[in-house]
């Protein structure tokens, strides 16, 4: 099992930019896929990115205002958000999925932080 504590969270208005972290702890941090989530208010959990096998996904809406990147000598990976839309305010995750189970998916992450808040304002 891996820890995981998201931090980077905050207040920004439109168009502003933030760095969330994710530091982990627990297991050997390279034998884990990492990615990020976020939940808005009445919505469900939704994919926003990851690195897997060294390549970076991500969800349309983000594409190209969103960078994931990862430190393995840090055991941390990060998620840069610049141009940031009111409709990009939830809780942001972290979440760790060992390379074995890949075939799963999004499911596959298994490992979860507690969440940091996003909120842009109009």
């Known amino acids: 099992q891996v820890q995981l504590v998201e931090s980077g969270g905050g207040l920004v208005q439109a168009g502003g930019s933030l760095r969330l972290s994710c530091a982990a702890s627990?297991?050997?941090?390279?034998?884990?896929?990492m990615g990020w989530f976020r939940q808005a208010p009445g919505k469900e959990r939704e994919f926003v990115a990851d690195i897997t096998g060294g390549i970076s996904y991500y969800r349309d809406s983000v594409k190209g205002r969103f960078t994931i990147s990862r430190d393995n000598a840090k055991s941390t990976v990060y998620l840069q958000m610049n141009n940031l839309k009111p409709e990009d305010t939830a809780v942001y995750y972290c979440a760790a999925r060992s390379v074995y189970d890949r075939n799963y998916g999004t499911s596959g992450y298994r490992d979860w932080g507690q969440g940091t808040r996003v909120t842009v304002s109009s």
């Open positions: 627990g297991r050997t941090f390279a034998a884990y896929d």
